[in-house]
C-alpha cells in the first residue's frame, strides 16, 4: 500500500531557499550587513519550515500505520540531505562570520529538494519499510552519514570558491571582494571536513552494525559499502596530508572537490547504476 503524501512543506522550503539565495546575491553585490541578515533570517525560516515539514511525515507515517523516521528512501534522503546542508550552514556562519557563504548552501540545498522532483523515478509517497529497513539502526546510520555528506557538500563549495578566488588573488585583476580570503576559505573547508569526516566514520560503524543485524554480516563489499569506504580514505588522506604534511590550499581544496564526487557517485550511482543490497529507491 502506498499512502500519498503532499509535499507542501518541502515546495515551501524550497522556495525559501531559492528567495534567500536571491537574498545573499544582493549581500555580495551590496555588502550591507543589513541585507545579511535579512537573508540569514529567511534561510533560518526557510530551516524551520523544512524541519517542520519532516516532523510531519514522520507523524504521517503513524497515521498510516508504518511508523517510521523519514529517513526510508532516496526522496526521504534527499529531503534530509537539503536540511542538513542547512544545518551545517547555520554551524558555520554562527562559528565563522562568513555570511557570503549562503550564497553556496542555499542554491545546494535548494538543489538537493529539486532533485526530488525533477530525477524520474523517485517516489514520494509514504510506503511501508522492506525487511532490511525495519531496525532501529535506520535513524541512527541514515542521520550520521548525511550529516557527513553535508558537511561535504559546503566543502564541496567552499573548495571551488577556493580555487575561484586564488586565481583571482594571482591575477592583475585582484581578489574577489565578495569572497572570503583564499586563506579563509582554506581554512572553512578543513574545518566542515572535520565535522563531516567523523560522521561518515560513525556512518559506516552503524552501518556495518545494521548490516549485520539485516544481513548476518558486517561486511559483504556491496557496491555501497566498497564506494562509502573509497569516500572514507579520500577523506582521510585528506586530514592525514593536512596533519602530517601540512598540506594546504589547492592540493586539499582537489582532495574536497575529489572526495564529493565520490560521495555523489556512493548515493546515487550505485542506487542507478550498480546492482547491490543497497539498490533501492
Known amino acids: 500500500m502506498l499512502s500519498v503524501y503532499n509535499p507542501y512543506f518541502f515546495n515551501g522550503a524550497l522556495l525559501v531557499y531559492i528567495i534567500a539565495f536571491v537574498w545573499y546575491l544582493l549581500f555580495v553585490a551590496t555588502r550591507k550587513q ?5 537573508a540569514f533570517w529567511i534561510i533560518l525560516i526557510g530551516f524551520v519550515v523544512h524541519l517542520a515539514g519532516l516532523v510531519i511525515r514522520w507523524r504521517e507515517s503513524y497515521a498510516t500505520g508504518y511508523g517510521y523516521i ?17 544545518l551545517i550552514y547555520l554551524i558555520v556562519d554562527i562559528r565563522y562570520r562568513q555570511r557570503t557563504i549562503g550564497v553556496i548552501a542555499a542554491p545546494l540545498a535548494a538543489i538537493a529538494i529539486a532533485v526530488t522532483s525533477l530525477v524520474p523515478g523517485i517516489p514520494s509517497g509514504i510506503r511501508p519499510l522492506i525487511p532490511a529497513l ?31 578566488q586564488l586565481k583571482r588573488e594571482t591575477s592583475p585583476r585582484g581578489p574577489i571582494r565578495w569572497l572570503p580570503t583564499s586563506q579563509v576559505l582554506d581554512d572553512i573547508n578543513y574545518k566542515s571536513i572535520v565535522i563531516g569526516f567523523p ?10 552494525a545494521w548490516a549485520s543485524y539485516a544481513w548476518g554480516s558486517y561486511w559483504s563489499w556491496d557496491p555501497k559499502e566498497t564506494w562509502s569506504l573509497i569516500t572514507w580514505f579520500i577523506y582521510a588522506a ?8 601540512a598540506w ?34
Open 70 to 86: 523519514p529517513l526510508s528512501n532516496m526522496y526521504e534522503s534527499l529531503v534530509f540531505f537539503s536540511w542538513a546542508i542547512v
Open 134 to 164: 525495519q531496525s532501529n539502526w535506520l535513524a541512527i546510520h541514515v542521520i550520521t552519514c548525511f550529516l557527513g555528506y553535508a558537511a561535504f557538500a559546503i566543502a564541496f563549495g567552499i573548495s571551488v570558491a577556493y580555487m575561484i
Open 34 to 38: 543589513t541585507v545579511g541578515r535579512v
Open 248 to 281: 594546504r590550499g589547492k592540493k586539499t581544496a582537489l582532495l574536497s572537490i575529489g572526495g564529493f564526487c565520490a560521495v555523489i557517485f556512493t548515493y546515487f550511482g550505485v542506487n542507478f547504476l550498480l546492482a547491490g543490497l543497497h539498490s533501492y529507491l
Open 199 to 208: 560522521m561518515l566514520t560513525l556512518g559506516i560503524i552503524t552501518g556495518a
Open 238 to 245: 585528506f586530514l592525514h596530508a593536512r596533519y602530517s604534511r
